[in-house]
Each structure stands twice: as C-alpha cells, then as structure tokens.
C-alpha cells in the first residue's frame, strides 16, 4: 500500500497527467507571468461556477479577507465578529487594520459559529460577521445573515475550505457557499479543495460597486494608469496559479464527491465507536469535507494520534489552542472558559487523512487501526 500523506498532491499530478506541463509550457511561452489571459479566463470560469458572482482573484486567502475588510471601509475602532475556533487568518487581517476582534463561541457539532451567541458578541462598533465554513460545510447562514440584516452588518464569508459546497434553504433551493453574504473569500493553498501549486485566493461578490473597489484596491489603489485613488495593497494571482486552477476547476466536484464518498467510508467503520464523534452533517449544506475531523470523547486523542503513527497514519489537530487564548491575542476581555466549546474542540478534534485519492484499501486500513485503538 502507498504511504499514507494527510493530503496526496503526487497522485494528483498523476492524474492531471501532460495536460499539466502542456498549461503551465503556455505560460512559459508568452511570458505574461502576471496578469495574463489565464487570470481572467480563470475568474470568468470560476464565477459561472459559482452562478454568476463577480470573482476577483488574489494571492491568497489571508490577503482575500484583508481586501474584503478594506473595501468594506473597517476602520480602526470598528469591530468584528470572528469564532474562536478557526484558523489565525481569519483575525490576523483584522487585527492587522486596527479592528477590534469579538469573538465568539463555535457549535460542537457543526464547528461554525453560534448564531445564539451572536446578540451577546455584538457591540455597536461591529461592522461585519466573518463567519467560517469550517472543514467543509456552511456555517449556519440563514441565522447569521437575519441577524446581520436586522444590524445592518456585512457579512464576510471565509470559504478558505469549503469552495463548491452548497446552502440548502428549507425551500431545497442550494446556493454555493460564498455567495451569500456581501463578500466571499477563498483560498487557493495546495491542500484546499482546490488548490494551487503555490499561492493563490479570490474574493466573491454580487455587487458591481464592490467588486470594482475590490479590485482597485488588490491593484495598489490604482484608478487608471499611476493614479492612485486610495491606499491599496499588491495582491494578484499569477498566470501560472491560474493557469493550473483552470485545469482542476473542471474536477472540483467529482474531487468533492469522491472525498465524500471517502467519508461516508470513514463513517461506516468509526460511527459506532462510543468513545468517537464522527463528523455532523448540517441539513443545510452538503460537505465536502476538506477536512474529515473526529472528536475523540475519552480524553485519549494524543494516545491515539500516537497510536496510528506507530502504524504508519498521519493524523492532525486543526486547530490545537483556539484564537482567544493564542499569545498574540490574548486579552483580559476574553479569559480561558470565554469560550466552552471552542476550547472543549481544541483538546478532542483530530482529522484523519483525507483527499480525492485516498483509495478503499487504505481508507480501511486507517479505521481499523482506530477501531484496534478503542477494542
Ligand atoms: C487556508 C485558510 C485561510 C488562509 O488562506 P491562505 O491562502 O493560506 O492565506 C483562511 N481561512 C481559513 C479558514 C483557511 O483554512
């Protein structure tokens, strides 16, 4: 059996096969290494997708939330809302413009926010809730997006990891997640849904206004040719990135199906496992797990993760300390036991290996050495 890797980014390119050295030698021979035809025709390709929204591409998914908070016009002293349990990107962007972050405590369940916790996270300086899709599947929207509108609040989506899944409204009607909220941002990173083989990001809106000061702004402030209308920041994908996410968009959703048929495999062997919480699947959105994350209930997740190493199983902790409690956020205003959930979720989440080509056999292999853990 081929050694197990958390993310296989080799048998990926096997499967890409020439076309990928026949893209990237098309950049190579125009030499339009930025801005070239392969990001525009990459946005344009991942906005049908996506069902029309206006795509800005980035360069990368930390700068995408920076650029989201900037064409909002936070300002320092202005607030916004971010979970505690997420990954540091998140807050790191409103940290760095002088905004004040109130977190705000994430379901055991489904690791989004909690929309109940929301009237006690809001402040009169919010600005935006900045809820995270995490691992795969919608935070839970509907809530989230009343809640906003009846504060008049933007509401920024971090899609980092769950491009190509979708919101189901009671109605069975289902919207790609991104697109719900006045803008949606994503991530590009190798090991994302769909990844890039360096870095990369893009923002979503359906707004015209928006979109173009997004893009103003991702170009230095540029207006028109060394007129600079407003501060701006350099973020831009480049023709290579785009170039190789023009190639894999096309497979997005078989990748997907096929990490979902990954996890209901997963799921067959582990869900019975008292000592184990197999992943929740919302009602309201399909997952595409980018990540497939137990909750280990018996206090024994460092035991097992060693166990399966000994065996040849990588396993991960996404995420160790959550963002409250992490030195460079700390604050008096938020002590350990701020947050019940999000810190509960640091001590039992572990995430098992998981990609579009992750075979039956191996798949079997790793929950029966989990399943030897418990026996
Ligand atoms: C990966 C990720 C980001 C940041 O994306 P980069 O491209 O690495 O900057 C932001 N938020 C979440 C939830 C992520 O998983």
């Keep these: 059996m081929r050694p197990l890797r958390m993310v296989d980014l080799e048998l990926e390119r096997r499967f890409l096969g020439p076309r990928l050295e026949a893209a990237l030698n098309e950049v190579l021979a125009h030499t339009q290494f930025i801005r070239g035809p392969e990001v525009s025709r990459f946005a344009e390709e991942l906005s049908t997708y996506l069902g029309g929204t206006h795509v800005i591409p980035c360069a990368n998914g930390t700068d995408a939330l920076q650029l989201a908070l900037m064409a909002l016009d936070a300002k320092p002293g202005d607030a916004v809302i971010v979970p505690a349990f997420t990954y540091v990107a998140t807050a790191e962007v409103a940290a760095l413009l002088r905004l004040e972050v109130r977190w705000i405590d994430v379901s055991l369940d489904h690791f989004g926010l909690l929309p109940e916790k929301l009237e006690e996270a809001y402040a009169p300086n919010v600005k935006a809730i900045v809820p995270v899709h995490l691992f795969g599947q919608a935070a839970p929207m509907a809530e989230i997006l009343a809640f906003a509108r009846e504060k008049n609040l933007a509401v920024i989506e971090d899609t980092a990891q769950a491009l190509g899944a979708e919101y189901i409204f009671p109605s069975g009607e289902r919207q790609k997640l991104g697109t719900l909220g006045d803008i949606g941002c994503t991530s590009f990173f190798p090991s994302k849904n ?68 990954a996890a209901d495999l997963y799921d067959s062997y582990l869900r019975d496992i008292p000592a184990l919480q197999v992943p929740y699947r919302a009602p309201w959105s399909t997952h595409i797990f980018h990540q497939y994350t137990l909750r280990v209930l018996d206090g024994r997740r460092e035991a097992l993760r060693a166990y399966l190493s000994e065996r040849g199983i990588p396993a991960m902790i996404y995420y160790p300390k959550p963002l409250h409690l992490q030195p460079a956020y700390r604050s008096a205003a938020y002590p350990e036991g701020s947050f019940p959930n999000a810190e509960r979720l640091a001590k039992e989440v572990l995430s098992l290996p998981m990609h579009p080509f992750l075979s039956e056999d191996q798949i079997s292999y790793i929950a029966e050495q989990v399943r030897a853990f418990f026996r």
């Design 194 to 261: 769909l990844g890039c083989y360096g870095d990369g990001g893009a923002i979503f809106t359906a707004s015209d206004r928006l979109a173009a000061r997004l893009a103003r702004i991702a170009n230095h402030g540029q207006d028109s040719l060394y007129e600079f209308a407003e501060i701006g920041v350099n973020s831009r994908l480049d023709s290579l990135q785009a170039a190789i996410l023009r190639l894999k968009l096309p497979h997005l959703d078989e990748f997907n199906a096929r990490r979902r048929a």
